[in-house]
């Protein structure tokens, strides 16, 4: 199965900080948001990837490529573990890129994969969502895929009051995590939500899906939404919401990521301890 990770957005949310750095790019502790992505492919037996990038987003492409004076300098000084982890991210997939060359929504930077996916399922997995599991949540929705058929999207139970920041599904439960969906609703008020489970950002689609984008008008801002094309083809064959086991970070804004890295750096064996011992200072100092 290959995958698909769209990283054409322009992170207005982040400025000025991404002003000439990809939102995708942003550092989590020791690596940017998108090599997390792009190890979860890697750890579900993926080794076939297409980025979807845009313009101002050549520093993915350098981070995934060799760099033959980084690595002579790194030999010469003796930096072996160095050498040997930016080897590893060189060589650990093959990563194509194509570019969405006008922001048109997430549902077009899909559509720009057609020709590369074929008629086979195939991953979806946003550039900006960390999600940690001891099963790689792409896996769990390809191993649902595989045993059902049709289209298989993680979701997740969301507050009530963050509805409104989700697409959101309307569905009959199969089993204890698996969802039957029968409609999908972007962004609904909390007295319009069909219910409480969000569309997470991680998904294993039919390639009918190329042509349900197709006949989706664009919608607010000229996008074309990716959930408004899942509703069409909920119409037309199954599409399945897997309530995956597993955390998923959300770095779509400044909150998100600091959370996300503090969280992260806390649970790391060399930083957690003196990181601690900082925040308790501060929370000293501050009474």
Not at 150 to 165: L, T
Not at 181 to 208: C, F, H, M, R, W
């Amino acid at each position: 199965m290959k995958a698909i990770i769209p990283a054409a957005g322009t992170g207005v949310r982040f400025l000025p900080l991404t002003k000439d750095m990809p939102k995708e790019m942003l550092p989590v502790v020791h690596k940017p948001t998108i090599q997390y992505v792009v190890e979860e492919a890697v750890a579900a037996g993926i080794t076939d990837i297409l980025i979807i990038t845009g313009r101002g987003k050549r520093s993915i492409e350098d981070h995934f490529d060799r760099s033959l004076e980084l690595e002579s300098v790194l030999d010469n000084n003796g930096r072996q573990k160095e050498l040997d982890e930016i080897m590893r991210i060189a060589n650990m997939a093959t990563i194509h890129y194509v570019r969405q060359k006008v922001p048109r929504g997430l549902g077009d930077a899909v559509l720009l994969a057609r020709q590369h996916v074929g008629n086979e399922p195939f991953a979806v997995m946003l550039g900006d969502t960390i999600n940690l599991s001891a099963v790689p949540v792409v896996k769990q929705l390809m191993d649902v895929q595989a045993r059902m058929g049709g289209s298989v999207i993680a979701v997740e139970p969301v507050a009530r009051e963050k509805v409104g920041d989700y697409g959101i599904i309307k569905g009959t439960q199969v089993s204890d995590r698996l969802y039957d969906i029968d409609d999908l609703v972007e962004k609904p008020s909390p007295e319009e939500a069909p219910s409480n489970l969000g569309i997470t950002g991680t998904y294993v689609l039919s390639p009918l899906i190329f042509d349900c984008i197709e006949r989706t008008p664009p919608g607010r801002g000229g996008e074309v939404q990716l959930t408004d094309a899942l509703r069409l083809l909920s119409k037309e064959e199954k599409v399945y919401g897997l309530q995956f086991d597993g955390r998923r970070y959300d770095i779509g804004d400044k909150l998100g990521w600091l959370k996300t890295t503090m969280e992260l750096a806390l649970g790391d064996p060399d930083l957690g301890p003196p990181l601690r011992d900082h925040m308790r200072s501060l929370m000293e100092r501050q009474g």
